[in-house]
């Protein structure tokens, strides 16, 4: 659109012209620990919308604002997802992928937590952007609220059936609670927006998921509702996201955690998830 157009241009030109005033002592752009210089090599996810898919995304996005910030071209490159994120953080941060593609300068999509960050240290794991959580969007004429104990929240769904992404933190919750007695009422697909599908379809009554995935795929949707999820038995029900780069990379790292916050400030972050059709969450201490 046209009016997007003219606020990225003006917010590269004064990204351009501040990054100076802002970055650590002895640390201006040319200086940062890139591969090439004037250009930050941006690593996110592969097909995985709403965040990275084919040139497009709250990620993407959100990388060419990161570069603007720091007056650097920005280069973004998608690296499709290994078996877990310890694999995904050596293939798209500190070595490289076997196919052959390099790194990034840095990664988005990082979840930050201490334990995780002790057991990678060849990276730096910083600046969350944003709060992901865990999500079920329901059929309300089929399901009630989802609130109180998995007993009490999930005893729908020994009648009705629910669709989740195979493989995945929902999927397997929902195959185990309730000592598996859902099992039979779980319907897996390739990704939550095809869950979605088949809900406005009526072949499930429900879908689990991450909230940003469910946003997305129920943008132009009002027939259902969407409860985040906070039942006692699921151990992880949301998480910072933020971004990493290599261990010894501390000025850059310093350099992005500053243009993050300048973002968060200025409210540009908010407006890159909205555009998306998604709902922002500040982590704790960054409004």
Do not use: C
Request: net charge negative; glycine share 8%; hydrophobic share 45%.
């Amino acid at each position: 659109m046209k009016t997007d157009l003219t606020r990225r241009t003006l917010l590269r030109a004064s990204g351009a012209l501040l990054a100076g005033a802002w970055l650590p002592a002895g640390a201006a752009a040319a200086d940062l620990e890139l591969q090439q210089a004037g250009t930050l090599r941006i690593a996110v996810y592969a097909d995985f919308p709403p965040y990275s898919a084919r040139g497009k995304g709250v990620d993407v996005a959100l990388g060419e604002a990161l570069a603007e910030q720091l007056g650097l071209r920005p280069q973004i490159v998608e690296i499709p997802a290994d078996e877990d994120m310890n694999d995904d953080l050596r293939n798209m941060v500190w070595r490289g992928h076997y196919l052959g593609t390099k790194p990034g300068d840095v990664m988005l999509h990082v979840p930050v937590d201490a334990n995780f960050a002790r057991r990678n240290d060849k990276v730096r794991i910083f600046a969350p952007y944003f709060i992901e959580s865990m999500a079920i969007a329901r059929n309300p004429a089929r399901v009630g609220p989802i609130a109180g104990s998995a007993a009490v929240a999930f005893e729908v769904f020994t009648r009705e059936k629910i669709g989740a992404e195979v493989d995945t933190h929902g999927s397997d919750f929902m195959l185990q609670v309730l000592n598996g007695r859902l099992r039979d009422n779980v319907v897996h697909f390739r990704s939550v927006a095809e869950a979605a599908e088949a809900m406005k379809r009526g072949e499930v009554a429900a879908v689990i998921g991450t909230m940003s995935q469910i946003e997305a795929a129920l943008a132009d949707e009002g027939r259902f509702e969407i409860d985040r999820l906070g039942v006692p038995e699921m151990r992880v029900t949301e998480w910072a996201v933020g971004m990493a780069v290599k261990a010894e990379h501390g000025e850059l790292a310093e350099a992005l955690s500053k243009a993050v916050a300048q973002l968060q400030r200025s409210g540009e972050i908010t407006r890159i998830f909205a555009q998306h059709g998604l709902t922002h969450r500040l982590p704790p201490g960054a409004d």
